[in-house]
């Protein structure tokens, strides 16, 4: 009925001459509810007859297990059902990986292969007396050699997670794209240096939760949860237990932030195998914090960097080598490894280097199996790739500023296709540095840094540019063996019989302020109060094909499908209308909120008046029109190609930018960093509702200061998780996270529904390396350089004294 | 993250109180603001038969300034402390070091007693009590009793306190004239355990000499720790940079060897207990100056 | 082996009796007991500020409080604070500022705002850092919440 022609690229091209809600900050639809405490979290979900579990886990990094007994929990008043590896091993299938291969049942079987793997559960009466059962539990373990080093764990002699592999090694792979060797045997300067990134990740402020409840008469599975992709995981989960997807169904809570990892694989399939033991009573999991940390989705980006850049005499930069070890953890159950591919789709960042070259090993290791976490690989790949520019500045004399500006992707290159396949859509990557160094008062700055030294102290100043890819695409994982091209997003909009509209999408709140901003579309469509716009989330069965949030993806999707399905919506009341001003279709229009005959002002009529014909007159349908005033639209990204044997693919859309410029103290006594300012220009082209961008942006600025000095997730050489609660796992707080001052540029993607781009991540992308950069910047006279994260005072410290 | 199972009492007086302590043999916690406690509670790290709950019992919730000194019952919520007009006005030191602890959540909660019997080496309150001279008033089945600061804290978590003692009041003495202080720490972030801290007095003479001084370190030991070595190199001297460099020294390399953890390693811990002790040296003097 | 005890106490102005087990977090009594699910829970050791309520007029941590100890107090939480339909001059700057993303620490950060302006009615830009700094919210980077204190200051101020 309708193809992607139909959905207007820019606010011109909507039925309405005076749009008042799409580019405004407007108050968010989803915040009274939350404001009073009344959104339904999945912890608020009650059901009747609903049990409590509780899950025993492995203290041992790595071990066999030798015998569970349960008898004792068993017998405990208010118990109601037990499961071991042995149940898991009977009812259903280890999970599915990427890369294939690569994981385990929701249970230990054999043996643990990290701190904190789920060895037995428990449903009861209360989570008290659940967790009184697991202390009843007897596992009998023999500890075997474990290896938490990913430079270890490619030794031969390395103790091997899978035995059946006879190695740890989950992939390795050199994908090579234009003359690397060349430009490295011709560079006039080569700038070599390695890099690690420590474990880190999302901890949203509400862990994972599910209630699972089998039918066991019916043989279907339903679990509620705060499930960032239900759909996603709900296909998993028919494959995990083997069911039909249609006996599974999924329904997605409301969940307190995600960033990447909410779902809870183990957890979902530990309830699912309770409640069919439990005779089919519910069973809710709700994560608490100790388990998140240490068994949860909570960590990603284990990383070891050997990369280099090579340069022509003028800093022209011809070549990017990057070698990376990327320790996942003990299986590839999280999906972590997707975010060692994503570096594909920009990974060389805003500036025209012809060839690059990425030597990618993934190795398993006896810690907790990574996750993805918001801006997936880039923030590490960016940090290298940003430091570098930054070293290669100081051997050529250039200022970091200077270095950038002679490679960007100039403004009428796009769109542009970089070495590793990606093409960007648009962007003026000089602006953006241009208008952040005027915001920073850049001059200003070096002259604050000077002074600063004469006194004896450290200023330091980080500019860093960078892409945010934007609306993902499975392409974009092929090389670590995720299957598919496209990334579906439907939406269905009704009108009822008194004139209001819903819109009825299959993901939940998650924090984004999608509804508003799918309410925003839909009211400027219809020219309509947005007070009159419901969204409302389906379930896996009866959505239309979602993902829902995700690699920065869900507002322009959202924004497509709710365009397309107001098309389609807007067409069916034209076909209706027509009849009742007794014309043809192609004689009526939409027009700031009225059904009307072309050219005759006169002959009109509120569409919602169409939309209660056609529900309350079936009389006066036309044949072959259903009395439905509504409409599906599934919108999925065009002209995506499947990647090609080096990973090469047009994947993410959208190609965001921005330039970020911090100026902090490194205090030298004590190793203390303090950001003093932070300034932002980003241009991720139409805003559809600023305040969300500016929160997007602000609330990656913060997980980028986390990452940057304080967040890690710490094991020791027996891969003993030592950061086991938010003593030592450190998150940001105010007094950590500096007030930004932000400026919007806008390049509008030629791409997309309104022009609009990716937003999520960039802050996230970009934050870590302004902060190392700055901090390096501030070292420089001290003749000591930091390349690992978190930039702890006690690394500072120790580099500070190898002086 | 569920408490285990546990008996839970609430008497009505110390006596009764205590009797619980007796009969419950090791096997009872004390229960003030819970700060410490319950967390571990809920860890399941903290097992005990019986929790026996401060809070009915009358009379140890107070703040008196007695002319040179506070005395704070047990049961006193750090906040009040704090937001004593009194405190602020009288004892500049204790304000200051009562904004250092965790966050105003935790000390609307958290007890001048309960900090202080937990003994964390980490803490500001146990530091300052050391630094100040403050008495203990220990309540037990024979009587109350006093201890003094120098005697109160033993080694890690461990306090002078019989088993079946209970700490019901402290008294923090007020800082004489020409006498300056100074309570620093280096925190991970504001309001974390400091990886180290340094509470430093220092009372000028008529001719400007340093007269009298305290330097407590606190997160590099097993306890709170005086600096009694430096603190000699320092009395009778002129209080300046050079000086207090060489005190500074003297005080970090006196030290047992400091915690290594996931945050700090023992060098880095006895140098930054350096570096903030000349900086809480020179703002001590500097406050004393202007005292 | 349980033990529970019997404890009366108001919270948002109505009085509860309840017979509680005695290991149960006050959190978890709001929560599961008196069905106030507006109070979160997001560390259970007194870090994260989720649990946040008023006890007494004092923010609290209530997952790591006794439900028992709570006898005989007054406590505030999330669903006392509009008034009927009318959202509280806090919540009300919060949702013009953006002061929320996934909302799951709000009600947290809510009742230590109400503290600190119900004591304060001017607060210095140090006591607003000292009060926010008890909480973390992993969405917003906290500058739209204090933009919203500000305003909240100013709507009551005005009110």
């Known amino acids: 009925m309708t193809g992607h022609d139909d959905i207007p690229k820019t606010l011109a091209g909507l039925p309405n001459s005076a749009p008042r809600y799409i580019g405004q900050p407007i108050e968010r639809i989803e915040d009274p509810s939350l404001l009073t405490g009344q959104t339904e979290f999945i912890d608020n979900v009650v059901l009747p007859r609903m049990l409590h579990c509780a899950i025993l886990r492995s203290p041992h990094a790595h071990a066999r297990i030798l015998s569970v007994d349960v008898s004792e929990a068993e017998k405990l008043p208010g118990v109601f059902a037990v499961i071991t590896g042995e149940d898991a091993k009977r009812w259903s299938n280890p999970t599915m990986t990427v890369p294939p291969g690569w994981g385990t049942h929701c249970l230990a079987t054999d043996k643990a292969r990290f701190v904190g793997e789920p060895v037995a559960a428990v449903a009861a009466i209360s989570r008290y007396v659940a967790e009184d059962a697991l202390e009843l539990i007897g596992v009998e373990y023999e500890t075997l050699p474990a290896v938490a080093d990913a430079r270890k764990a490619l030794d031969a002699d390395s103790p091997l997670l899978f035995e059946e592999h006879g190695h740890n090694v989950m992939l390795q792979k050199v994908f090579t794209w234009g003359e690397v060797d060349a430009a490295f045997a011709h560079a006039a300067h080569v700038v070599q240096q390695t890099f690690r990134w420590n474990r880190l990740g999302a901890n949203p402020l509400e862990t994972f939760g599910v209630i699972s409840q089998w039918d066991l008469v019916e ?103 990057v070698k990376l070890l990327d320790d996942l953890g003990a299986t590839a159950e999280g999906w972590g490894a997707v975010s060692a591919a994503k570096p594909l789709t920009n990974f060389t960042g805003c500036y025209t280097i012809p060839a690059a070259q990425y030597d990618l090993t993934i190795v398993a290791t006896n810690k907790l ?238 569409f919602q008046q169409v939309a209660q014909t056609m529900l309350a007159r079936s009389d006066l349908l036309p044949p072959g029109v259903d009395p439905n005033p509504e409409a599906t639209y599934v919108w999925t990204a065009a002209g995506r190609t499947p990647a090609d044997d080096q990973g090469r693919a047009k994947s993410y859309l959208t190609a965001a930018n921005a330039c970020h410029v911090v100026l902090l103290e490194v205090d030298i006594e004590t190793a203390q960093v303090h950001i003093e300012k932070y300034w932002i220009a980003d241009d991720c082209g139409t805003r559809l509702n600023p305040a969300n961008v500016e929160g ?8 980028g200061v986390g990452a940057a000095l304080l967040e890690e997730a710490v094991y020791d050489e027996d891969a003993q998780l030592r950061t086991s609660t938010f003593m030592d796992y450190l998150l940001p707080t105010i007094y950590e996270v500096p007030m930004t001052e932000k400026r919007a540029l806008c390049t509008p993607s030629p791409f997309t529904p309104l022009g609009a781009k990716g937003c999520g991540e960039g802050a996230m992308h970009t934050t870590p390396a302004a902060i190392l950069c700055a901090i390096n910047d501030a070292l420089v006279p001290l003749g000591v350089q930091l390349f690992e994260i978190p930039a702890s005072p006690q690394r500072i410290w120790t580099l500070l004294q190898s002086r | 993250m569920k408490p285990p199972l546990f008996d839970y009492a609430t008497p009505a007086t110390l006596a009764e109180a205590t009797a619980l302590l007796v009969h419950y043999d090791g096997e009872a916690k004390l229960l003030s603001g819970g700060q410490s406690l319950v967390p571990l509670l809920n860890m399941r790290l903290a097992r005990p038969a019986m929790v026996v709950d401060l809070a ?52 609307n909660q958290g007890t001048v007693g309960g900090s202080l019997a937990h003994a964390d080496p980490a803490a500001e309150l146990p530091a300052m009590a050391l630094a100040l001279d403050a008495t203990f008033q220990a309540t037990g089945p024979d009587g109350v009793r006093t201890i003094t600061a120098a005697d109160f804290f033993l080694t890690y978590l461990t306090t002078s306190l019989e088993p079946a003692e209970i700490l019901t009041a402290v008294r923090f003495p007020t800082l004489p004239a020409r006498t300056g202080w100074s309570i620093l720490e280096v925190a991970r972030r504001h309001g974390d355990f400091g990886l180290a801290g340094v509470v430093a007095i220092v009372g000028l003479g008529a001719d400007g000499r340093v007269a009298s001084t305290r330097l407590v370190l606190f997160g590099v030991g097993a306890t709170p720790i005086r600096a009694q070595g430096a603190e000699g190199l320092l009395v009778g001297h002129t209080a300046e940079p050079a000086l207090f460099a060489d005190v500074a020294t003297r005080a970090a390399a006196d030290l047992d060897e400091p915690l290594t953890d996931v945050h700090a390693s023992a060098d880095y811990r006895r140098d930054l207990a350096r570096v903030l002790s000349v900086r809480a040296l020179t703002e001590a003097t500097t406050r004393a100056r202007a005292a | ?139 917003t980077g906290y500058q739209t919440i204090v933009e919203a204190v500000h305003l909240a200051v100013e709507k009551m101020r005005t009110k």
């Open chain 1, 219 to 321: 043989g279907s599975l339903t679990c509620r949860g705060s499930f960032q992709a239900q759909g996603h995981f709900a296909m998993a989960r028919a494959m995990v237990f083997n069911l039909p997807l249609n006996k599974v169904r999924f329904i997605s809570q409301p969940h307190g932030g995600s960033f990447g990892g909410k779902g809870g694989a183990r957890g979902t399939d530990i309830t699912a195998l309770l409640s069919r033991k439990a005779g089919g009573r519910p069973v809710k999991w709700i994560e608490d914090r100790m388990e998140y940390l240490a068994g949860g989705a909570s960590q990603a980006w284990d990383r070891h960097y050997d990369a280099a850049l090579a340069l022509d005499a003028d800093g022209k930069v011809t070549g990017f080598r």
């Open chain 1, 369 to 606: 199996p990574g996750s993805p976490y918001r801006g997936m690989g880039p923030p590490p790949h960016n940090w290298v790739l940003e430091q570098l520019m930054d070293l290669a500045a100081r051997k050529l004399g250039l200022d970091p500023t200077e270095i950038r500006r002679r490679n960007f992707i100039p403004p009428d290159a796009f769109p542009y296709t970089i070495a590793s396949g990606n093409e960007y859509d648009s962007g003026d990557y000089r602006a953006t540095l241009e208008t952040a160094l005027e915001m920073a008062d850049y001059p200003a700055l070096r002259a604050e840094q000077a002074r600063a030294r004469a006194e004896g102290r450290y200023l330091g100043i980080g500019v860093v540019n960078t892409i945010e890819p934007g609306v993902f695409d499975w392409n974009a994982y092929a090389i670590v063996g995720q299957p598919g091209t496209g990334v579906p997003e439907g939406c269905t909009i009704g009108i009822d019989l008194f004139g209001k509209l819903t819109i009825r999408v299959g993901f939940s709140l998650e924090g984004q302020g999608q509804y508003t901003v799918a309410a925003q579309v839909l009211a400027d469509w219809f020219k309509i109060d947005i007070a009159d716009v419901r969204v409302v989330a389906l379930d896996t069965l009866s959505a239309p094909p979602h993902f829902g949030p995700g690699g920065s993806r869900l507002g322009v999707a959202l924004t497509g499908a709710v365009l397309g399905a107001a098309h389609r919506l807007t067409q069916k009341l034209i076909a209706v209308a027509a009849v009742l001003f007794q014309t043809t279709p192609e004689y009526v229009e939409l027009r700031d909120g009225m059904i009307g005959v072309k050219g005759m002002a006169e002959a009109q009529m509120p």
């Open chain 1, 696 to 703: 997007q942006t602000q609330g990656g600025v913060a997980q």
């Open chain 2, 56 to 107: 009915r019992i009358p009379d140890l919730d107070y703040v008196r300034a007695d002319g040179d000194g506070f005395a704070i019952g047990g049961m006193t919520r750090q906040r009040s402390v704090e937001m004593s007009a009194e405190v602020r006005a009288q004892h500049p030191l204790l304000f200051a070091g009562m904004q250092l602890i965790a966050h105003p959540q935790n000390r």
């Open chain 3, 1 to 139: 082996m349980s033990v529970t005890r019997r404890i009366a106490l108001t919270v948002n102005g109505e009085r509860h009796e309840a017979d509680v087990e005695v290991r149960k977090t006050l959190v978890d009594f709001l929560r599961g007991d008196l069905a106030l699910t507006g109070t979160h829970v997001g560390c259970e050791h007194g870090v994260c500020g989720a649990c946040t309520v008023l006890w007494n007029g004092r923010a609290v941590r209530s997952c790591i409080m006794l439900a028992v100890q709570a006898d005989g107090a007054e406590l505030k939480t999330v669903e006392g604070l509009a008034d009927g339909a009318t959202l509280h001059p806090i919540q009300q700057a919060f949702l013009e500022k953006h002061g929320l993303q996934c909302g799951f620490c709000t009600p947290g950060f809510l009742m230590s705002i109400y503290e600190l302006l119900t004591r304060d009615s001017a607060p210095s830009d140090e006591d607003i850092t000292d009060t926010l700094g008890g909480h973390i919210c992993r969405c």
